[in-house]
């Protein structure tokens, strides 16, 4: 997101290491429980939505990371890199939804707004490093 | 919004670093500033004139 790593950054890669690891343990687990013992009733939904916290937790980091960084430059570079990858997501998952209900597309888990929102992080990085580079901005 | 901070800069003999430094910003945003793709926040606009010992409208100028 930045060229230098602040403490702010140094906390949210800890953090975001930690939820990724869990993430990935969560996940395992909850597949192992499935295949084994075939959850049913509310038993097999709080373990379906356990590998989504530690992904919801990484928005709570990413939140706190802007909320935190105290150079209102940054804050800015950052906000403009989620509001990218915000509008990215709406406008793909927009066009994917109406292409679908015509029967064009497959349908899709709800998740991968996810992955499509972090990729639109990577978009905003590239289109704000551009900015930066060619003299634009506000 | 214009600013003098590249030339109230160089009669110190400080570098973007330096200011930054004074600033508690990092080197690109005073970089942005000074090239006027960022208008700091009046928060902000205050520590320069603090760190210039000037008044801020001897450092910013109304105008592109």
């Known amino acids: 997101m930045v060229a230098r790593m602040t403490p ?3 906390r949210y890669t800890r953090a975001v290491m930690l939820l990724m690891g869990g993430y990935v343990a969560t996940l395992v687990g909850v597949n192992l429980f499935f295949k084994n013992s075939a959850p049913t009733g509310l038993s ?5 939505l356990l590998p989504a916290l530690p992904v919801i937790g990484v928005f709570v980091a990413i939140g ?3 909320t935190s960084l105290r150079d209102e430059y940054q804050r800015y570079l950052m906000t403009r890199q989620i509001l990218i990858a915000t509008g990215f997501t709406l406008s793909v998952a927009t066009a994917w939804g109406f292409v679908e209900s015509f029967g064009l597309l497959p349908h899709v888990p709800a998740f991968y707004a996810t992955v499509l929102w972090f990729g639109g992080l990577g978009l905003g990085g590239c289109i704000n490093a551009l900015l930066e580079r060619c003299g634009g901005g506000e | 919004m214009k600013n003098r ?12 670093a330096d200011l930054a430094e004074k600033l508690e910003v990092s ?5 942005a500033i000074e ?7 009046l928060p902000l606009a205050f520590r320069i004139a ?4 000037l008044p801020i409208e001897d450092i910013f100028q109304r105008g592109e």
């Open chain 1, 44 to 48: 097999a939904y709080a373990a379906a």
């Open chain 2, 5 to 16: 901070l590249k030339v109230l800069r160089a009669e110190r003999n400080w570098s973007q």
């Open chain 1, 64 to 66: 706190r990371l802007l």
């Open chain 1, 8 to 10: 702010e950054h140094r």
């Open chain 2, 35 to 41: 090239t006027g793709k960022y208008d700091p926040s």
């Open chain 2, 27 to 31: 080197r690109q945003s005073v970089n």
């Open chain 2, 50 to 53: 603090d760190v210039f010992a």
